[in-house]
């Protein structure tokens, strides 16, 4: 066990019938590092965080955490995780400040701790005016801050939340963004989402996985350094074809070009062909725009290879 890794899977495979969720996954987190783990529906995002966390059992493989093998220290290991799935399955009944304390108990808090604890954590989610409220009356994303605090109860040295802001409004997807933003280095994250640009903006390296394995890893500064190019640019025209594309591959800063419908897409090296690129459609342009590849560009890029 390395002691910069906070949790290492080796080889870990899990069937559901005949449909294969991990297929020989290989990963390794290290201590104090937000790692965001990205992919399409059905890519084994969820099985492979659910094994981590003692939830399910793998067909084959291992998963260590701070050392700890999963078929041989379960309790220790989920005493060190807090997680949140997608759908907290919160007990509705409940009010906050009580299911706080009934997970708190469950987890072994210290009882003179738990009152402290629990005012703590609805002060950092801002549910303080709502403490004695019921779950059944609270918004998803209310219920998404009280899922967090949940996950924090017990003060884990791991996080995980499986796509913490699927399906809220933008601003309390963004506060939750600033919340997992303010724990990096004081925990070891795991983040799944489908949104390219929170992964972008909060993770220290990306996984890209599909069909169970690892198609791509690294900083999403890296990841997005090597696509492509260093610039993008779009063009879309009024009648596209003709011998364009030939035209635009002759310069020498131009590494793809890409057409669908009437748009072209064009990576570039640098700018400085752009304006003579622009010049090979002779006034058949709609529009132009440039931009810097993105981690939707690198996750649409990997499905292509």
């Known amino acids: 066990m390395d002691d910069d890794l906070m949790i290492e899977i080796e080889s870990l495979s899990k069937s ?46 291992d998963v260590l955490v701070d050392g700890m093998s999963i078929h041989q220290e379960q309790i220790k290991i989920k005493s060190m995780i807090g997680y949140l799935p997608e759908e907290p399955n919160l007990y509705e009944r409940f009010k906050a400040r009580d299911l706080l304390s009934y997970f708190a108990e469950l987890y072994g808090v210290p009882k003179g701790e738990i009152d402290s604890r629990i005012e703590e954590l609805l002060e950092l989610v801002n549910m303080s005016h709502r403490a004695e409220d019921r779950i059944n009356t609270f918004s998803k994303g209310l219920r998404q801050r009280v899922g967090i605090a949940r996950a924090l109860v ?26 997992i933003r303010e724990l990096k280095g004081d925990k070891t994250i ?12 909060l993770c220290d390296r990306v996984a890209i996985l599909n069909q169970g394995r690892i198609m791509d890893m690294g900083t999403p500064q890296d990841l997005k350094s ?10 879309k025209v009024e009648n596209p074809g003709g011998d364009v594309v030939k035209a635009i591959e002759g310069f020498s800063t131009v590494e793809d070009v890409e057409v669908a419908d009437n748009q072209y897409t064009i990576s570039l090296k640098s700018k400085n ?25 690198v996750f649409i890029n990997s499905f292509k290879q």
């Open 154 to 179: 017990h003060d884990p040295q791991i996080l995980i939340f499986d796509e913490p802001t699927m399906g809220l409004d933008p601003a309390t997807a963004h506060n939750i963004r600033e919340f």
């Open 273 to 297: 062909d752009i304006k003579d690129i622009i010049n090979v459609f002779e006034g058949n342009i709609l529009s132009v725009n440039t931009k810097e590849p993105t981690l939707e560009d």
């Open 226 to 235: 090597n696509i492509r190019g260093d610039l993008i640019l779009n063009i």
């Open 190 to 201: 795991i983040l799944c989402t489908h949104y390219m640009d929170e992964a972008d903006s």
């Open 16 to 61: 559901f019938g005949k449909i294969k969720a991990l297929d020989n996954l290989n990963l390794d987190i290290k201590r104090g590092e937000l790692l965001g783990i990205i992919g399409p529906n059905g890519a084994g995002k969820t099985t492979a965080i659910r094994i981590t966390c003692c939830i399910l059992k793998p067909d084959s493989g």
